[in-house]
């Protein structure tokens, strides 16, 4: 959804998994989905290659220990020789960790799972929280 103007927007993006976790990132600088899942974090992440589906998840903020954690694996596996060959350029931590956006992707039953207190207070302001 729009940060400014609440449109619904629907993009192609990496997500990563890192330690279990799942993670969306980018190149370094402003990017659009970043501001609006800053300001709308429920979204939905549609899943078409192999395995079709539609999964309503949150985006949460991550702390410093791990940015660094995750960035620093994702430029590993993109420096590697056979994807480094289709990236323009090698990439660098120092700049990806100054100014990438990166939030946690947490899908829906994982949110009740690892934020019980969450999801009850939530529901009892009347949120659906289950995207079901």
Known sequence: MGARS??????E?????VDGRWYLTGVPGPR???????AHPRFIV???HGV?????????????????????EVLD???RPEIAARVSRRQNLDD?????PLVEIVFD????????????????????????
């Open 109 to 132: 039953d994982e949110f009740a799972l690892r934020r019980p207190a969450l999801v009850d207070a939530a529901r009892r302001e009347g949120h659906d929280v289950t995207g079901h």
């Open 46 to 48: 549609h899943l078409k």
């Open 52 to 72: 079709t589906a539609d999964l309503p998840a949150t985006a949460a903020p991550v702390d410093e220990p791990t940015r660094r954690r995750v960035i620093t």
């Open 96 to 100: 990806w960790l100054a100014r990438s």
């Open 77 to 79: 596996l993109q420096n």
């Open 13 to 17: 993006i990496w997500f990563h998994r």
């Open 32 to 38: 659009g989905w970043y501001a609006n899942v800053r």
């Open 6 to 11: 609440g449109t619904p927007r629907r993009i």
